[in-house]
């Protein structure tokens, strides 16, 4: 399968946990994006790279939240000290240009 | 920033009707249009998208139609398969980002 991945699938973690997510996106992709979905929603943006450079950053993407994509590759969202409100799915996106392929999603459930 | 609204929330239709999901944005700028299908526990899936610089676009059973004008734009999808069951999201995007509706439960019944 030469989609995008996203790992892992499904978390469950105690509120004030750390949780980090994994994303790889379609190879030679260079723009990748987050998005988080909650239940009856449509998917929100969080953020973008374009390369390894994070481009765009969403006003949703509070300062407990950071992602990465070191060398331009795979990405990863980590979530810093859970709240209940983060609870929901969390997608990655990659784009050769204007075309977004979405991952599976990973869905995060903080108890 | 964009603001996209969609309609209907829920929609059911006998197997072989069609179905129109339409969607209004509201940044004059956006100029990319795609829709996805979601299905249970899956990411959204692109199914057709078109630009700013045309009006229409066809694949198969699904088309869409843009109104740069009135600024809306309309999924159709003819002869419905139950397959075709599942969550619809149109989106509009004007650079880095997709702005999405809320969504269309699609029901086709057999």
């Known amino acids: 399968d030469t989609g995008v991945s996203q790992n892992p699938r499904h978390k469950i973690t105690k509120r004030g946990q750390n949780v980090t997510f994994r994303c790889d996106p379609i190879s030679e992709h260079n723009r990748l994006y987050w998005y988080r979905q909650t239940l009856g929603q449509g998917p929100e943006f969080l953020t973008y790279?374009?390369?390894?450079?994070?481009?765009?950053k969403s006003r949703l993407l509070s300062d407990r939240f950071s992602a990465e994509r070191p060398k331009g590759s795979f990405s990863t969202l980590e979530i810093q000290r859970t709240e209940q409100g983060d609870s929901a799915m969390y997608l990655c996106a990659s784009s050769p240009r204007m075309e977004a392929f979405f991952g599976q999603g990973t869905r995060l459930t903080v108890v | 920033g964009e603001n996209v609204e969609q309609h209907p929330s829920t929609l059911s239709v006998q197997e072989g009707d069609s179905a129109v999901i339409k969607c209004t944005y509201s940044?004059?700028?956006?100029?990319?249009f795609p829709w996805y299908k979601q299905e249970l526990g899956k990411g959204p899936q692109l199914i057709i998208d078109?630009?700013?610089?045309?009006g229409e676009k066809k694949d198969q059973r699904i088309a869409v139609t843009l109104n740069k004008t009135a600024k809306h734009f309309s999924l159709h999808i003819t002869e419905t398969q139950p397959e075709d069951s599942a969550v619809y999201f149109c989106?509009?995007?004007?650079?880095?980002?997709?702005?999405f509706g809320t969504g269309t439960r699609l029901t086709v019944i057999p």
């Open positions: 790279f374009q390369n390894e450079a994070q481009l765009e």
């Open positions: 940044d004059s700028a956006s100029n990319y």
């Open positions: 078109i630009r700013s610089n045309v």
């Open positions: 989106a509009a995007s004007r650079a880095n980002n997709l702005f």
